[in-house]
């Protein structure tokens, strides 16, 4: 009931050139897939969105920004509101990806504001959670997600966080290649709907897709989704190449 959905954070990479070739390569070759039997987005840098969109237009796959501000307009330097994201055709924001929280320091409240922030402004949030290693290593993964979650949906009432997706990624499967485990994944997958459960209902949980992300690649993106509680995946490194990233998503229908 869940439809599977595959995202791909392009982080501070490509150029106005090579994203939009990208972003025409996977448009093409899930023409028969992306918005049917699966969700697409891709997440571009804030200033090659417009662009991307452009390309996008005609296909069924969703844009999504990697970050928006607390507040709507005004006099916040450098700043991205919500209403900008879809004025320039975003439907989806990441809020809380892990280098924002670890490399550029922002913590759980912000985040927060940033999903309220990001719903009142009609985008759908992707809420990104995860531990570090040395969380990990001192059993206290559990308690870290537990945290990220109920602190990065504090006060949203139970109809705006029906407009969330939740990414689990941990912090050490980023970047690394050390991709999680498809049942260390699914353990954290279904504490996050838990969670979800316990603070809100049932029906709801079940109804929140939750993404798993962290050196997702084509070889293991089948092996992730057949997980009863993966809905999608979060992609980094390999949504930077076409023929990967399509793979992913052909994978996860
Ligand atoms: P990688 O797929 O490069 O590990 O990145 C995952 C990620 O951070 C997606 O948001």
């Known amino acids: ?26 448009a093409s070759a899930t023409v028969e897939v992306a918005g049917q039997s699966v969700d697409v987005a891709v997440c571009p840098p804030f200033v090659y969105l417009q662009a991307v969109a452009g390309v996008l237009s005609a296909s069924h ?40 929280r670890h490399v550029i320091g922002e913590p759980d409240e912000l985040i927060n504001k940033k999903v309220a922030a990001a719903i009142s402004g009609g985008l759908l949030p992707i809420l ?19 945290r990220q979650m109920k602190n990065g949906l504090a006060g949203l009432s139970a109809e705006k966080v029906s407009a969330v997706t939740i990414a689990y990624e ?6 690394t290649g050390l991709t999680a485990t498809p049942q260390q994944a699914q353990q954290m997958h279904a504490l996050v709907r838990k969670l979800l459960a316990q603070t809100y209902d049932g029906q709801l949980a079940e109804g929140i897709r939750i993404l ?24 980094g490194g ?16």
């Open 170 to 175: 941990p912090v050490w499967a980023i970047g």
């Open 128 to 146: 990104c959670v995860g531990e570090l290693i040395e969380e990990r290593q001192a059993s206290r993964t559990e308690e870290v997600v537990t």
């Open 1 to 26: 009931m869940r439809k599977p959905f595959v995202a791909g954070n392009w982080k501070m990479n490509t150029d106005g050139h090579t994203g939009t070739n990208l972003a025409e390569a996977i």
């Open 212 to 235: 798993y992300g962290g050196s997702v690649k084509p070889g293991s993106a089948a092996d992730l989704m057949r997980q009863k509680d993966i809905d999608g995946l979060l992609v």
């Open 238 to 253: 390999a949504s930077l190449n076409a023929d990967d990233f399509v793979a992913i998503i052909k994978a996860a229908v």
């Open 61 to 100: 796959i969703a844009l999504g920004a990697q970050d928006v501000y607390i507040e709507s307009k005004g006099a916040f330097t450098g700043e991205i509101g919500a209403s900008m994201l879809k004025d320039v055709g975003c439907a989806y924001v990441l809020c809380g990806h892990s280098e924002r």
